[in-house]
Protein backbone atom coordinates (compact mmCIF):
# COMPACT_ATOMS: atom_id res chain seq x y z
CA UNK A 1 0.00 0.00 0.00
CA UNK A 2 2.57 2.50 0.74
CA UNK A 3 4.83 1.68 -2.37
CA UNK A 4 5.86 5.54 -2.57
CA UNK A 5 8.11 5.21 0.60
CA UNK A 6 10.13 2.10 -1.03
CA UNK A 7 10.36 4.20 -4.33
CA UNK A 8 11.45 7.18 -2.49
CA UNK A 9 14.57 5.16 -0.41
CA UNK A 10 15.62 4.11 -4.09
CA UNK A 11 15.73 6.90 -5.78
CA UNK A 12 16.43 9.60 -3.95
CA UNK A 13 19.66 9.97 -1.31
CA UNK A 14 19.09 8.92 1.98
CA UNK A 15 18.32 11.85 3.34
CA UNK A 16 15.38 13.10 1.26
CA UNK A 17 14.27 9.78 1.46
CA UNK A 18 14.15 9.87 5.42
CA UNK A 19 12.00 13.61 5.12
CA UNK A 20 9.78 11.92 2.45
CA UNK A 21 9.39 9.07 4.87
CA UNK A 22 8.59 11.67 7.95
CA UNK A 23 5.66 13.62 6.02
CA UNK A 24 4.47 9.94 4.83
CA UNK A 25 4.20 8.97 8.34
CA UNK A 26 2.41 12.59 9.06
CA UNK A 27 0.45 12.49 5.98
CA UNK A 28 -1.63 8.93 6.60
CA UNK A 29 -3.09 10.42 9.51
CA UNK A 30 -6.21 10.99 7.28
CA UNK A 31 -5.89 7.69 5.98
CA UNK A 32 -5.51 6.13 9.99
CA UNK A 33 -8.50 8.90 10.84
CA UNK A 34 -11.18 7.25 8.03
CA UNK A 35 -9.87 3.68 8.63
CA UNK A 36 -13.57 2.78 10.38
CA UNK A 37 -15.77 4.45 7.44
CA UNK A 38 -15.34 1.98 5.28
CA UNK A 39 -16.22 -1.05 8.09
CA UNK A 40 -19.30 0.63 8.70
CA UNK A 41 -20.34 1.31 5.43
CA UNK A 42 -19.83 -2.01 3.77
CA UNK A 43 -22.56 -4.04 5.43
CA UNK A 44 -24.96 -1.30 6.05
CA UNK A 45 -24.97 -0.64 2.11
CA UNK A 46 -24.40 -4.38 1.35
CA UNK A 47 -27.76 -5.05 3.59
CA UNK A 48 -29.52 -2.24 1.83
CA UNK A 49 -28.70 -2.99 -1.35
CA UNK A 50 -29.73 -6.60 -1.07
CA UNK A 51 -32.94 -5.53 0.85
CA UNK A 52 -33.28 -2.86 -1.96
CA UNK A 53 -33.74 0.11 0.60
CA UNK A 54 -32.29 3.76 -0.26
CA UNK A 55 -28.59 3.62 0.50
CA UNK A 56 -27.26 7.15 -1.27
CA UNK A 57 -27.75 9.49 2.61
CA UNK A 58 -25.61 6.57 4.18
CA UNK A 59 -23.39 7.26 1.43
CA UNK A 60 -22.97 11.16 1.78
CA UNK A 61 -22.86 10.96 5.38
CA UNK A 62 -19.80 8.49 5.33
CA UNK A 63 -18.10 10.86 2.34
CA UNK A 64 -19.14 14.10 4.84
CA UNK A 65 -17.52 12.70 8.15
CA UNK A 66 -13.89 11.53 6.02
CA UNK A 67 -14.59 15.07 4.53
CA UNK A 68 -14.50 17.12 7.64
CA UNK A 69 -11.45 14.77 8.55
CA UNK A 70 -9.71 15.31 6.01
CA UNK A 71 -10.26 18.93 6.18
CA UNK A 72 -9.48 19.00 9.42
CA UNK A 73 -6.27 17.11 9.17
CA UNK A 74 -5.14 19.80 5.92
CA UNK A 75 -6.13 22.86 7.96
CA UNK A 76 -3.86 21.69 10.61
CA UNK A 77 -1.40 20.37 8.31
CA UNK A 78 -1.23 23.77 6.34
CA UNK A 79 -1.29 26.09 9.37
CA UNK A 80 1.47 24.80 11.29
CA UNK A 81 3.28 22.16 9.13
CA UNK A 82 6.43 22.19 11.12
CA UNK A 83 4.90 21.45 14.32
CA UNK A 84 2.91 18.24 12.55
CA UNK A 85 6.41 16.95 11.62
CA UNK A 86 7.78 18.15 14.67
CA UNK A 87 5.33 15.97 17.27
CA UNK A 88 5.43 13.11 14.86
CA UNK A 89 8.95 12.61 13.84
CA UNK A 90 10.60 15.25 15.76
CA UNK A 91 12.87 17.84 15.39
CA UNK A 92 15.49 16.40 12.65
CA UNK A 93 12.81 16.00 9.94
CA UNK A 94 11.61 19.95 9.85
CA UNK A 95 12.80 19.72 5.87
CA UNK A 96 9.56 17.63 5.30
CA UNK A 97 6.91 20.09 6.41
CA UNK A 98 6.56 21.86 2.87
CA UNK A 99 5.76 18.10 1.24
CA UNK A 100 2.99 17.71 4.26
CA UNK A 101 -0.02 19.65 2.60
CA UNK A 102 0.10 18.63 -0.27
CA UNK A 103 0.63 14.65 0.79
CA UNK A 104 -1.78 15.13 3.38
CA UNK A 105 -4.37 16.20 0.52
CA UNK A 106 -3.21 12.96 -1.36
CA UNK A 107 -4.38 10.60 1.48
CA UNK A 108 -7.69 12.52 2.05
CA UNK A 109 -8.66 11.97 -1.99
CA UNK A 110 -7.48 8.31 -1.26
CA UNK A 111 -9.96 7.94 1.73
CA UNK A 112 -12.70 9.40 0.00
CA UNK A 113 -11.95 7.10 -3.14
CA UNK A 114 -11.52 4.17 -0.50
CA UNK A 115 -15.09 4.70 0.70
CA UNK A 116 -16.09 5.17 -3.09
CA UNK A 117 -14.62 1.75 -3.90
CA UNK A 118 -16.03 0.52 -1.06
CA UNK A 119 -19.75 1.58 -1.45
CA UNK A 120 -19.70 0.21 -4.87
CA UNK A 121 -18.56 -3.20 -3.74
CA UNK A 122 -20.95 -3.27 -1.37
CA UNK A 123 -23.65 -2.73 -4.09
CA UNK A 124 -21.81 -5.85 -6.27
CA UNK A 125 -20.44 -3.03 -8.84
CA UNK A 126 -17.00 -3.48 -10.13
CA UNK A 127 -16.96 -2.57 -13.25
CA UNK A 128 -14.21 0.61 -11.77
CA UNK A 129 -11.67 -1.92 -11.16
CA UNK A 130 -9.89 -1.27 -14.50
CA UNK A 131 -9.96 2.25 -14.47
CA UNK A 132 -8.63 2.29 -10.89
CA UNK A 133 -6.20 -0.08 -12.13
CA UNK A 134 -4.70 2.07 -14.97
CA UNK A 135 -4.46 4.62 -12.77
CA UNK A 136 -2.84 3.12 -10.27
CA UNK A 137 -0.31 1.68 -12.91
CA UNK A 138 0.47 5.11 -14.14
CA UNK A 139 0.72 6.62 -10.60
CA UNK A 140 3.48 4.51 -9.99
CA UNK A 141 4.83 4.73 -13.51
CA UNK A 142 5.05 8.24 -13.11
CA UNK A 143 6.89 8.11 -9.55
CA UNK A 144 9.09 5.49 -11.20
CA UNK A 145 9.69 8.14 -14.09
CA UNK A 146 10.04 11.89 -12.09
CA UNK A 147 11.57 10.95 -9.05
CA UNK A 148 13.80 13.57 -9.08
CA UNK A 149 12.93 15.13 -5.99
CA UNK A 150 10.79 14.20 -2.48
CA UNK A 151 8.19 17.08 -4.05
CA UNK A 152 7.89 15.30 -7.74
CA UNK A 153 7.06 12.32 -5.59
CA UNK A 154 4.56 14.11 -3.66
CA UNK A 155 2.94 16.03 -6.62
CA UNK A 156 3.00 12.32 -8.66
CA UNK A 157 1.15 10.78 -5.72
CA UNK A 158 -1.29 13.86 -5.29
CA UNK A 159 -2.21 13.45 -9.01
CA UNK A 160 -2.49 10.03 -8.58
CA UNK A 161 -5.05 9.40 -5.31
CA UNK A 162 -6.89 12.53 -6.95
CA UNK A 163 -7.75 10.74 -10.40
CA UNK A 164 -8.86 7.85 -8.26
CA UNK A 165 -10.90 9.79 -6.26
CA UNK A 166 -12.47 11.42 -9.58
CA UNK A 167 -12.67 8.37 -11.54
CA UNK A 168 -14.33 6.87 -8.22
CA UNK A 169 -16.64 9.49 -8.56
CA UNK A 170 -17.55 9.20 -11.70
CA UNK A 171 -18.14 5.16 -11.57
CA UNK A 172 -20.61 6.10 -8.39
CA UNK A 173 -22.28 8.77 -10.25
CA UNK A 174 -22.76 6.84 -13.43
CA UNK A 175 -23.96 4.11 -11.42
CA UNK A 176 -26.25 5.86 -9.86
CA UNK A 177 -27.40 7.53 -12.39
CA UNK A 178 -28.43 3.64 -14.51
CA UNK A 179 -29.97 2.66 -11.65
CA UNK A 180 -33.30 3.40 -12.31
CA UNK A 181 -32.90 1.51 -15.85
CA UNK A 182 -31.28 -1.31 -14.04
CA UNK A 183 -34.03 -1.78 -11.55
CA UNK A 184 -36.43 -2.06 -15.09
CA UNK A 185 -34.10 -4.64 -16.54
CA UNK A 186 -32.65 -6.73 -14.16
CA UNK A 187 -30.42 -8.88 -16.88
CA UNK A 188 -27.88 -5.72 -17.17
CA UNK A 189 -27.07 -5.46 -13.52
CA UNK A 190 -24.17 -8.00 -13.95
CA UNK A 191 -21.53 -5.65 -13.68
Not at 51 to 58: F, L, S
Not at 69 to 87: E, T
Not at 93 to 99: D, E, K, M
Request: hydrophobic fraction near 60%; proline fraction near 5%; charge should be positive.
Amino acid sequence: MFYDVVLAKHYISAIDAGLYSAAALAGRIILAACSFLPIILLPDITLRSATGRPDRHVLAATIAIATAIAGAVAAACALAPGFMIDVLAGKAFAGAAPLLFPYVLSSGALAIGNLLATYSIARHRFGFIPFVLLIAIAEIASVTLRHGTPMAIVQDILAGHCLICLAMAAWVAFDLARAPALRRHPARSAS
